[in-house]
DNA sequence: AACAGGGTCAACCGCTGTTGC
DNA sequence: GGCAACAGCGGTTGACCCTGT
């Protein structure tokens, strides 16, 4: 099809709407009602494309649009939205009353999605980026513990604020993998690449001028993430995972977030307010990878987004100490929404 | 005060899907 | 079935604003 013909016209108006253009196509819509919109222009007196009308009004002048900055209830649906639906804008944006799909796609790509990003979150996938946490796992573990106490996460450019349990447990993980695989001679070298503990042994005596040669060393664990995920299938012992769990709890419980203060506000504080969502994101994401039956299920939902729908469990954590917790790792999907396509 | 750099967001561009002839 | 017009979508752009130097 190619680009609309509208948009070929030359002599129509680009760029910013002035109130005088607001006002003509608010009141031509008024008196016809949208659609048409290669027509409307001329018929309302404007010198603009159809287009540039339709998405003015879907944007900006319909009247049942919600201004103003996001709630927490809005982002946290967002987020899960986004984890199902991915860039559809639109369907999202259609169980957001009174949001558009561009507002919603500009305040994830200038918000959500850098915060996710600090946190070490993958946006897209919204998986933890477990390539950082190996890497920095293997890393601090070696070089943390030598005479030379240099800091890893501002090496790594992943800030203070990863949790040392879910390090934990990444390099916990990662060693159970290997102790799980085949022991054959043939495999004992790969086998030697995938264990962290000889790496860690390979640290024990690095030079500060090493440090480059360990990252690089350390570069070929970050193509092991889907090792590491199918390994969490197999993991059996649970307790071992529920065990770091709690231990995350009780290190956000104890931990300070010394600038906070007032504004641990849902809206502004939700990703910045500390490691909590990173753990719940975690879990959440254990739980996408087989780990459910670990993590105990929340009986109801509050979530805003809601009708006749099906009770989808992502996996809930019985700590309402922080609502929003439970909250975030449930959420109602709708009977007739597809995870692939949408909506149905 | 002036400038640079980064962040934000309204608007545009190019494409796909749908509909009607 | 083929074509054109249309509606809508997601990615990108660029002007504006804010903040730091």
């Known amino acids: 099809m190619g680009k609309s013909a509208c948009c070929d016209n030359n002599g129509l108006k680009k760029g910013p709407w002035t109130a005088e253009e607001d006002q ?17 222009p001329k018929n309302a007196g404007l010198r603009r494309c159809g287009k540039s009308c339709r998405l003015r ?34 369907a999202i944006a259609s169980r957001l009353p009174g949001r558009t799909d561009n507002e919603i796609k500009n305040y994830w790509n ?25 890497l920095y796992s293997v890393l601090n573990s070696s070089i943390y ?24 447990l990444a390099t916990s993980l ?57 390994n969490l299938e197999q993991l059996n012992s649970t307790s071992q995972a529920n065990s770091i769990f709690q231990n995350s709890l009780q290190w956000e419980e104890t931990r300070n977030f010394p600038d906070m203060g ?32 670990l993590i105990s299920t929340a009986s109801s939902s509050t979530t805003p987004l809601q009708s006749s729908s099906t009770t989808y469990v992502n996996g809930g954590i019985e700590d309402e100490r922080d609502s929003f917790c439970s909250n975030i790792l449930m959420y109602d999907i709708p009977n007739n929404l597809d995870a692939n396509n949408g909506l149905l």
């Open 262 to 293: 007032e504004s641990l506000t849902p809206y502004c504080g939700y990703y910045e307010m500390g490691n909590q969502d990173m753990i719940k994101s975690s879990f959440e994401n254990l739980s996408n990878m087989g780990f459910s039956s």
């Open 145 to 168: 513990n030598s005479s030379h106490q240099i800091n890893i996460s501002n090496l790594l450019g992943i800030g203070p604020t990863l949790n040392p349990n879910l390090l934990n």
């Open 174 to 230: 990662l060693s159970s993998q290997s102790n799980s695989q085949d022991t054959s001679p043939e495999n004992v070298q790969e086998n030697q690449l995938d264990n962290p503990q000889i790496h860690q042994n390979q640290f024990q005596s690095l030079q500060p001028n090493q440090y480059q040669a360990c990252i690089d060393s350390s570069a070929q664990f970050l193509n092991e993430t889907q090792l590491l995920e199918s």
């Open 57 to 90: 009004w879907t944007n900006y002048l319909r009247p049942d649009i919600k201004r103003g900055k996001f709630s927490f209830e809005e982002e946290e649906a967002i987020i899960q939205l986004h984890s199902i639906l991915g860039n559809k804008w639109s």
């Open 24 to 40: 003509k196509l608010m009141d031509y819509i008024q008196k016809h009602g949208h659609g048409r919109w290669r027509t409307l």
């Open 110 to 134: 200038t918000h959500i999605k850098k915060r996710l990003l600090r946190m070490g979150i993958d946006p897209v996938t919204h998986k933890p980026r477990l390539d950082l946490l190996q």
